[in-house]
């Protein structure tokens, strides 16, 4: 490591570190709010990652709190953000934004960022051509012990397929942070049903950037993708 980068990177670690704790101490506030007041959110990305993985917080960095959210709660859990003085992140924002927008961003105060969404890809264009089906994943969303409340979050199949929709379609292949999280998951869930993973890719109609995400990350990363999966996504033109 050259003279200076390692303190840089330790620097960096730290800072990470401290950022990721203060956002999950307010994730466990908001958490108890909406338990409290009957409401569901799905932790998504840097929340799942520290909250249900329990991956180092200096490792997996938050920057937001990114929650899946139900659209008949939507006002509901809106409602309970501005009581905690979250307010709408772009100026003059206006209601009915939220009827043509997949995601809504929040931020307080005390810095803190939340972004809402209704569904997993969040670029309009898309939505005709990927068909991921949210319903489904709220069905088979899963709940874990966070503290003194439960978290609900993706069944591990629907988890990899959000991570590669967010790092392919999303971010355009863009970021080794997402790609990161693609092999992350790889390797935690050792019980992932490849089988039903397959499936549920053909069904959203997401085969191409599913294989390109699962091409890169078993190139560079050596994630433990099989081989045939690889061979069943793979397109027929390069």
Not at 181 to 209: G, Q
């Amino acid at each position: 490591i050259p003279s200076g980068m390692y303190e840089k990177l330790r620097n960096d670690y730290e800072a990470d570190y401290s950022r990721s704790l203060l956002y999950m101490k307010e994730l466990q506030a908001l958490i108890r709010i909406f338990e409290k007041n009957n409401t569901q959110v799905i932790l998504l990305k840097g929340a799942f990652f520290n909250a249900v993985l329990k991956k180092s917080l200096g490792l997996r960095q938050m920057s937001d709190i990114d929650l899946l959210v139900k659209k008949e709660q939507l006002p509901k859990i809106i409602r309970l953000l501005k009581k905690r003085n979250y307010k709408y992140l772009l100026e003059g924002i206006k209601e009915n934004y939220i009827d043509k927008n997949l995601t809504i961003p929040f931020r307080n105060k005390k810095g803190f960022f939340i972004d809402l969404h209704q569904e997993i890809v969040n670029i309009l264009e898309l939505r005709g051509i990927t068909q991921v089906k949210i319903n489904e994943m709220w069905l088979n969303a899963r709940k874990n012990k966070f503290n003194n409340s439960y978290v609900r979050f993706l069944s591990p199949e629907n988890a990899l397929i959000s991570s590669i929709c967010h790092f392919t379609l999303q971010h355009q292949f863009k970021g080794l942070l997402w790609l990161s999280d693609i092999d992350r998951l790889i390797r935690h869930y050792k019980s992932l049903s490849w089988k039903e993973f397959l499936s549920k890719t053909v069904d959203c109609k997401i085969e191409k950037p599913v294989f390109w995400a699962l091409h890169f990350s078993a190139k560079y990363l050596k994630t433990p993708v099989p081989d045939y999966v690889l061979l069943k996504l793979k397109p027929k033109r390069l």
